[in-house]
């Protein structure tokens, strides 16, 4: 039996093997294939990267890398926390988190639940929770660009439905099961990745000097933001994927497209699709996934657990907005 068991298990592990070698081969005949559109969509994640990413994000993982580092998170929330707690059950720190991840947006609120369960300050149980649901396109991103590209005459609606969805599932996650406040305290263990060492030296509950901070949350950032870019780029080349099958509907690459790369997919959906593009919004996409797991990746945090309850809040968002039919 065990024999078996093992033989099945070879079997599958090498079927996915071949898999990813076939598509390997295939984008690698494709980029040779289609040369300059393979220079565009690569050129479009880089843009993207740079123009909107770099400007908006950088800024904001380097401020909160020094809050962290000084260890001034509970003291930034405190006016907050008290009504947070209230509802959510947070600590300190986990408020902190929540707030940071609705304001500043994917991936912010991924980065600071790992910071945070990194240096000791947040529970991976806590982490995980919150992470479920702040680590959302940020309110700016979405008046700015998602609201402006459909062509939304009336956002509100939609604005309600991107922020209060989430905010109304934090509640269901953070208070059933119902836990204990001695496991939303307990720090994490760690397993710290080169570049995470390079940012964070050692485990820690100290604060740090300015200089000392501004200099770990600068580095930690470059890193953090580099990444980024680098999944906006692979993602978006993996748009050619599609090219050779010209017949297809309208609607099946253009859903392509929005679950590969959000930001790329809303760009090419432009006003024809807005149900697709908002209802794909709480997902996020597969670049959005991956850059999520790159900011958590070395801690205790799941993503297997981000993805599920990302997929169960887009099913909530069709449901909704089946009910209000505003298309």
């Known amino acids: 039996m065990e024999h078996i068991r093992q033989f099945s298990n070879d079997i599958r592990v090498n079927l996915v093997r071949f898999l990813y070698m076939a598509v390997g081969v295939y984008v690698i005949f494709l980029l ?119 062509s939304l005459e009336k956002p509100l609606m939609p604005f309600l439905v991107m922020y209060g969805v989430p905010l109304v599932y934090g509640l269901f996650v953070m208070r059933f099961p119902k836990q204990s406040s001695r496991s939303l305290y307990r720090p994490t263990k760690s397993v ?30 470059l890193i953090g933001i580099a990444k980024l870019g680098g999944y906006m780029v692979f993602f978006n080349l993996l748009n050619i994927l599609f090219v050779p099958f010209t017949r297809l509907p309208d609607t099946l690459p253009k859903a392509y497209y929005c679950i590969l790369e959000i930001t790329g997919g809303i760009a090419r959906c432009g006003s024809s699709h807005p149900f697709l593009v908002l209802v794909m919004l709480p997902f996020g996409g597969f670049s959005c996934i991956a850059q999520t797991y790159s900011m958590i990746r070395d801690t205790d945090l799941s993503i297997r657990t981000y993805v599920w309850h990302k997929l169960a809040q887009t099913a909530i968002t069709v449901l909704v907005y089946m009910l209000w039919q505003p298309f």
């Open 192 to 221: 710290f990745s080169d570049l995470s060492v390079a940012a964070l030296p050692e485990q820690k509950t100290q604060s740090e000097g300015l200089l000392e901070a501004t200099d770990h949350a600068v580095v930690s950032g």
């Open 32 to 150: 040779l294939r289609y040369p300059a559109l393979s220079l565009q969509y690569a050129l479009a994640g880089l843009r993207l990267w740079f123009d909107k990413m770099i400007p908006t994000l950088l800024p904001f993982m380097i401020l909160s890398g020094i809050l962290i580092n000084m260890n001034l998170t509970e003291g930034f929330v405190r006016l907050f926390h008290p009504v947070l707690h209230f509802f959510y059950g947070t600590t300190p720190n986990g408020s902190y988190t929540l707030i940071m991840g609705f304001l500043c947006g994917f991936p912010m609120g991924a980065r600071i639940a790992g910071e945070l369960c990194r240096t000791g300050r947040l529970s991976v149980r806590e982490g995980n929770r919150l992470l479920a649901f702040c680590n959302n396109i940020g309110p700016v991103y979405f008046l700015s660009f998602v609201v402006s590209t459909l």
